[in-house]
């Protein structure tokens, strides 16, 4: 099992610029999630997926859009880039069992806004 | 409002030298603490769930515990490859999302 992927491990963008982060899973996890990690700040959940089709906002929704078309894939796209969206983005994924979830994590996307 | 705060920030021993990181949490109807280790440039790396208060685990070095109020890390004898930033997140209530601390830089020095 290859895990959780994520494609681009780096990119920048130039302000107003979109692109679409990738990530993919093998495990055939129900649940999905797209976290921003900042220096000092905890991991912040952007937007999860409980099954294909059903996605929901996170904490930090705002300028990300997701869909969840399969079960493997979760993509993340930015509309508008800003400089704030600088950040290490990363992707997790769990089943949907019992009373708790292990999450699993993809390697990371450090994305630059100039 | 759900919270959880890891302590210390930063904390810096010589190879040998035992100590523990805190995670300290207020949420609603725990179901689950999590620890993660990451290293730089890298994911969280899963290393324990604990699910209720008076729960132990071990791994290697590491040895994980859970109160009713908080979650201790404790690392013995540790060796330089356990340097990594140590995360805390929990789980509450009916929510599947988790809440996440911080972290804690380890840093050990030969």
């Known amino acids: 099992n290859a895990g959780v992927t994520q494609t681009p491990k780096f990119q920048v963008l130039k302000t107003g610029q979109s692109m679409t982060l990738q990530c993919a899973q093998d495990?055939?996890?129900?649940?999905m999630s797209w976290y921003r990690q900042d220096p000092g700040m905890g991991l912040r959940l952007i937007h999860y997926?409980?099954?294909?089709?059903?996605?929901d906002q996170g904490e930090v929704p705002n300028g990300y859009n997701v869909s969840r078309s399969t079960t493997e894939d979760f993509p993340l796209r930015l509309l508008s880039a800003a400089p704030s969206q600088t950040s290490v983005y990363f992707c997790?994924?769990?089943?949907?069992?019992?009373?708790?979830?292990?999450?699993?994590f993809g390697p990371g996307t450090r994305l630059t806004v100039l | 409002e759900d919270q959880v705060t890891q302590s210390p920030e930063a904390l810096r021993l010589q190879e040998g030298e035992s100590s523990s990181l805190n995670c300290s949490y207020t949420?609603?109807?725990?179901?689950?603490l999590f620890w993660y280790r990451q290293d730089p440039g890298k994911g969280p790396e899963f290393l324990f769930t604990?699910?209720?208060?008076?729960e132990e685990k071990e791994k290697e070095r590491l040895k994980a515990t859970l109160t009713k109020k908080e979650s201790f890390l404790h690392i013995t004898a540790p060796k330089p490859e356990d340097s990594a930033t140590y995360l805390c997140?929990?789980?509450?209530?009916?929510?599947?999302?988790?809440?996440w601390g911080a972290g804690t830089k380890l840093i050990i020095k030969p």
């Open positions: 495990m055939n996890h129900e649940y």
């Open positions: 997926s409980v099954g294909a089709g059903i996605t």
């Open positions: 997790a994924s769990s089943y949907l069992q019992g009373d708790t979830d292990t999450q699993y």
């Open positions: 997140a929990v789980q509450a209530g009916s929510n599947y999302q988790l809440i």
């Open positions: 949420v609603s109807g725990l179901r689950g």
């Open positions: 604990l699910y209720s208060a008076g």
